[in-house]
């Protein structure tokens, strides 16, 4: 008699279970923010992500250069900025207004700003800023201006030291300023690129 009520109860309550669950469905299905939520936007976002970042990696970004240093040092940062493959000077401005005035008519993508007391500070031997400014509509450009940037930075940044040193070879720079040797490798992404690791995980 005990099982049999046991029984019961276990089968009423899986059967008022599947009621509520049949209502609930029926209204989500008439719900359109709930269908376009759960049918709409697991479709449009691979699409939409491939689209955008379909080329996985942009070279030459078209960039402004804002110089208020205007010495031999900041000219060698820009022209190790322009060398890169990710960026491209295209115009030197005046000032930083002029720079965002061409960004916003979507001439270039990207700013970079050296200070009025860049060379000062590097000749005195404290630590010098560069700024970059970027349009954030893709992320491709603010990773080419970024990755621009800091890459010349790092070859600044070795020149300087040895500059400074004493050495007589070049062996001896080169171990002065990278006593530990490293390669960089990318085993499962090697262009670096956004589509490689980010559609998965929206998928």
């Not at 509520?20 to 992500?49: C, H, R, T």
């Not at 010495?71 to 000077?89: C, G, M, N, W, Y």
């Not at 992320?139 to 007589?168: D, P, V, W």
Request: overall charge negative; aromatic content about 10%.
């Amino acid at each position: 008699m005990k099982r049999r009520n046991l029984y019961n109860i276990l089968t009423d309550g899986l059967s008022d279970i599947m009621i509520v669950w049949m209502n609930e469905l029926k209204s989500l299905i008439k719900d359109q923010g709930i269908l376009i939520f759960f049918i709409i936007v697991p479709l449009a976002y691979p699409v939409l992500y491939t689209y955008i970042y379909n080329n996985e990696v942009i070279r030459e970004v078209p960039i402004a250069a804002v110089d208020d240093n205007h010495s031999s040092l900041s000219r060698e940062f820009l022209k190790l900025v322009d060398a890169t493959p990710d960026t491209h000077i295209i115009t030197y401005s005046a000032d930083i207004e002029e720079a965002k005035k061409a960004m916003m008519q979507g001439k270039i993508y990207g700013i970079v700003y050296i200070p009025k007391e860049f060379s000062a500070k590097i000749a005195k031997g404290g630590q010098a800023n560069v700024s970059i400014f970027c349009d954030l509509s893709g992320m491709l450009y603010y990773k080419a201006l970024l990755t621009s940037a800091t890459n010349s930075s790092l070859i600044m940044n070795k020149e300087i030291k040895i500059s400074r040193m004493s050495n007589s070879t070049e062996r001896q720079d080169e171990i002065s300023t990278a006593p530990i040797a490293y390669e960089d490798i990318s085993l499962f992404n090697p262009h670096s690129g956004f589509a490689s690791f980010l559609l998965p995980a929206v998928l």
